[in-house]
């Protein structure tokens, strides 16, 4: 069987029960038979003589089949052109997060102390000290995400720039941080149920979902800041499509200075930033 053949064979199959993104079934093969994505190309008319891979490889698509991220299956991701290591019980970094990302590397100086709440996989925090001279404290409470978390930071080999913190909301103690940043759970409850079986059955519903509004976890976020967050340091949050208005509000009620929404491509409020005054 040509590599060609397997990936065509495969999407054919996948349309038949529920349509599955090609690329899912590129990365899939990718990972199996360890190509990279030019090799996948140069390689397409080419045998498959791994006979042991083949059959991963099926095993792997079965689960894709049954809705499962691919990210998951394969234990990687691509984020902000960095590789992590996932699996279910932590949240898988969206591309609109790299926006957050953008918006704090402008704001970043030499010395920053930097806080990211709810670190997940970490890859708010790794891009940050991949691309600064800050030193990053990860704050995170998932007893499944911890692990994940500190794997990634090992894999970076950013021990010395990351300190992890396990606690919710806010670490205990008196630092304050130049800049806090957070990709908080934002999603309301009606929305959950409304998202597709691939989120809802493989995703911790924790790291998404933000209260009966979905901005009530941004709201404690916002509130206590201020007791960790210097004169004129920077809050940057990442927030739903339609809640650029109040969470801006939010920003406004806790003594927040020059705020502002930064949009996606497409014109979708995705980041709000604030700035303390007290």
């Known amino acids: 069987m040509l590599y060609k053949n397997l990936f065509d064979n495969s999407i054919k199959r996948s349309n038949t029960i529920k349509s599955i993104d090609p690329i899912d079934i590129q990365l899939l093969i990718q990972n199996v038979f360890s190509l990279s994505k030019e090799k996948f190309w140069i390689n397409k008319n080419h045998n498959i003589t791994n006979k042991s891979a083949l059959q991963k490889f099926y095993r792997y ?15 990687k991701t691509e984020f902000y ?6 699996k279910k019980g932590v949240l898988i970094p969206r591309p609109e997060t ?17 806080l990211d709440i709810g670190a997940g996989s970490g890859a ?9 001279n800050a030193n990053i404290t990860a704050l995170e409470k998932s007893k ?7 794997r990634n930071i090992a894999i970076h080999r950013l021990q010395s720039k990351i300190k992890i913190i396990k606690a919710d909301l806010f670490p205990v103690g008196k630092k304050m941080f130049d800049i806090i940043v957070s990709n908080p759970p934002y999603i309301s409850e009606k929305e959950w149920e409304g998202l597709e079986d691939k ?8 790291a998404l979902v ?23 340091g920077s809050l940057l949050i990442e927030i739903g499509y339609d809640q650029s208005e109040s969470v801006s509000e939010i920003f406004e009620n806790n003594n927040f200075k020059k705020i502002r929404t930064i949009s996606d491509y497409s014109g979708i409020g ?3 930033i604030g700035v303390s005054v007290s």
């Open 98 to 114: 790299e926006i957050l990302i953008d918006e704090v590397l402008k704001l970043v100086d030499k010395s920053e102390n930097i």
């Open 61 to 75: 698509f079965n689960r894709l089949k049954n809705g499962e991220p691919v990210q998951y299956i394969i234990q």
């Open 199 to 206: 989120v809802k059955k493989f995703e911790p519903k924790m």
């Open 144 to 150: 499944n995400a911890l692990p994940i978390l500190k």
């Open 81 to 86: 052109s960095l590789l992590f290591y996932v």
């Open 210 to 232: 933000g209260g009966k509004k979905g901005t009530e976890i941004i709201g404690k976020i916002v509130l206590n800041t201020k007791k960790y967050l210097k004169k004129g």
């Open 124 to 132: 708010i925090s790794i891009a940050l000290a991949k691309n600064s």
């Open 270 to 272: 995705r980041v709000v």
